[in-house]
């Protein structure tokens, strides 16, 4: 695997730690067994999903998939999709914070975060299993040097 798109796959694999910690503080949530410092955890790990270091990955992402775009690829529908993905996580990201001051119970939060995760490891699976072989398999070494001089460097 090239070795720009194992530093994606790094940050997927950081993120799906974030996710699982949001996952267990979710169960204590569902149950009504959450107090103040794990609702305030859960809402910081919620935020760090969408930070500085999130918007320089999906850019990055983006740039590869433009590139991808212009070979002749069998492209699959998933890969098209990214771009509409990434705009709709960070809406979805907005009115999840909303909810740590809402009038929701603890169970509906918990419902609406849970959704979230889903469609976010759907993403990520697209991502890994279709976009980055797609990637590996047709990006020339010009293609990929094209893509290193506009990389937005992680900070995860």
């Known amino acids: 695997m090239h070795p720009l798109l194992e530093e ?3 940050y997927h694999h950081t993120i799906s730690a974030t996710i699982n910690q949001m996952t267990g503080l979710l169960g204590k949530l569902e149950k009504d067994a959450c ?3 794990d609702r305030q955890q859960l809402f910081a790990l919620l935020e760090s999903l969408h930070g500085d270091a999130e918007t320089r990955h999906h850019q990055n992402e983006e ?5 991808l775009l212009m ?3 069998p492209v699959h529908p998933r890969v098209l999709n990214i771009e509409r993905d990434h705009q709709g996580f960070a809406r979805i990201a907005s009115q999840l914070k909303a909810l740590e001051h809402s009038n929701h119970t603890p169970q509906e ?6 959704d979230y995760i889903e469609k976010y490891y759907d993403h990520l699976d697209s ?4 976009f980055f072989p797609l990637a590996d ?4 070494d010009i293609q990929w040097q094209e893509i290193k001089q506009q990389w ?5």
């Open 8 to 10: 994606l796959h790094h």
């Open 35 to 37: 107090d103040a410092t």
């Open 63 to 67: 740039l590869i998939r433009r590139q």
């Open 71 to 73: 070979t002749r690829a």
């Open 109 to 114: 939060i918990a419902t609406f975060i849970k």
């Open 127 to 130: 991502e890994e299993n279709i």
């Open 137 to 140: 398999k047709w990006l020339s």
């Open 152 to 156: 937005q460097v992680s900070g995860s």
